[in-house]
């Protein structure tokens, strides 16, 4: 089955993705750090179609930016979580800029770990500020292992020709920039969506739904669902494909509770997802979705602590994950719909 439609332009990639999702996960699983399911799951677009290696320039931007994210999440826990208006005011002003600002280095992904830290720490803060302090070291020992893993990738498995060809084309592609008012509307939306999500954790602490802020952050980057139901459609149809592959994993796992097999586990579904990831299907997007979100709950799962009701935690995580699907698939939805016709 895995090997049905493979050709020498996709082997490669499909074997890159599939071991270098394996990889993440064994350092990520086999040191269990705080947060450390991240890692996985927010590496991924570096193997992912369109991904490349980042030189030592990004690398180094890339470690040094999710430090000051960090930073940023720990003084305004510190300074400003007793005071909540002045805390949500510069919160709001913090996302719309994320949001806006454009420029090659400050990328999608590295808005990612800037929106993780500052939704994810000072709520955090609330219940502890050593934790909170622990989270942002995390955070960024997790970017340094997202970099030096990608490295590591890339040198046992580099580009070949063709690929370095076809991303030579797609850079080469004029791109549509966006004008100053689109940008600010696109920023205003994304952030009107996101902040009732982050106050429902600010005034409700809910500690076991974390997991729905991280997943928030990543959602909040693909706004262009909002745009078209079918997209809006197509994310919930590939998050609930994962949730359902990690159940279906989890309950193996449990026959077999070793490290070994989870590395195993992960590996064969890099290679069976990897093949339609890499395909000309349309769906290819869907499974790349439906990939990340295996993986973010497989890993959320296996590398927490405590014990008892882990299948409820598959399930409990499974449900995080398509609530904050649907509410953003709805929200975009509804304020694009509101918005004047031109």
Known sequence: MIAANLTTNNFRPIVRYAAGATLMVAVAMGFNWTLSFLLPVLSLSFIAPGGKPPDIKGGLFFVGSCAVACFLGVTLAYSFL????????????????IFYTRNPLFNPLVK???????????NLAIQSFALAKIIAISLVVTAACTILLIWVIYLLAPENKMESQEAQKSDSKPKTEPTVKERFTTALTSTVVIMPVYLVFYFATIPNALLILVFVAILSMQPAFA????????LIIGNTLGGLAAVLGYEILTMVPEYSYL???VLFGGLVFGKYVFSESPLAAVYGMAFSTFLLIICSVTGSDGDGGAVSKVWSRV????????????????????KPSR
């Open 82 to 97: 007793s005071m909540p208006p002045i805390h949500i005011l510069i919160t709001f002003i913090l996302l719309f800029h």
């Open 112 to 122: 990612v770990w800037f929106l993780i830290a500052i939704l994810l720490i000072p």
């Open 227 to 234: 745009k078209d139901w079918k997209v809006g459609k197509a």
């Open 263 to 265: 590395i195993v586990l």
């Open 319 to 338: 449900i995080q994950i398509m609530i904050a699907v649907i509410y953003f698939v709805t929200a975009f939805g509804l304020i694009e719909k509101l």
